[in-house]
């Protein structure tokens, strides 16, 4: 069976179609080049703002979605509310993914402080934010996905495999 992930990228200019979505492809390709199951991918560009980060939200977790990825919109200026939708759709925050996205992203950038990166459980799904700069997508990923197989596990999400080469999936022994 499938893991169902997607990946949303939250952009007033990519919606529009005025600038090329760069964060998605960066999703897709950092997953595509980690995860060894087998793996179906539902990519979708919205506009910035709290009400259509929740509402995309909600319905990629009625439609069954295991792991989200949400890319753009954590940053301070007037029209990044992804972390104000994103709250409005968890019902568990998971605090430590985004204090260890943004430790990994401060070595390489001071601005990282600035970012506002988290991440949450609704219903069956992982909800992780992340900046929307492939390289800074793949520091972050390459932070805190080691814990994503388990937490998915534990929510009653598919079953994630990943390359060791490239993340060592950590799952307790029993």
């Known amino acids: 069976m499938s893991v169902r992930a997607a990946i949303v990228t939250v952009s ?3 919606h529009a179609g005025l600038y090329e979505d760069k964060g998605g492809p960066g999703c897709e390709d950092w997953l595509r080049g980690v995860v060894t199951s087998p793996l179906s991918i539902d ?10 980060v929740a509402g995309t939200l909600r319905a990629l977790v009625a439609e069954g979605a295991d792991l989200i990825l949400v890319t753009g919109g954590t940053g301070p200026a007037p029209r990044d509310e992804t972390p104000e939708g994103v709250a409005d759709v968890i019902e568990k925050v998971l605090d430590g993914f985004g204090e260890e996205m943004r430790r990994a992203s401060l070595a390489e950038v001071p ?3 600035l970012s ?9 799904s992982l909800i992780i934010t992340l900046p ?8 972050c990923l390459n932070a805190v ?3 994503v ?6 929510i009653g999400a598919g079953r994630i495999e990943t390359d060791p080469a490239k993340i ?7």
């Open 43 to 52: 990519r979708r560009i919205i506009p910035d703002g709290r009400e259509s």
């Open 12 to 14: 007033d200019r990519a």
């Open 168 to 174: 060592t999936a950590f799952r307790p022994k029993t």
């Open 111 to 113: 601005t990282a402080i």
């Open 149 to 154: 197989p388990y937490c998915l596990d534990l």
């Open 116 to 124: 506002r990166q988290t991440a949450g459980i609704a219903g069956k």
């Open 132 to 139: 929307g700069k492939p390289s800074a997508i793949a520091t």
């Open 145 to 147: 996905f080691a814990a």
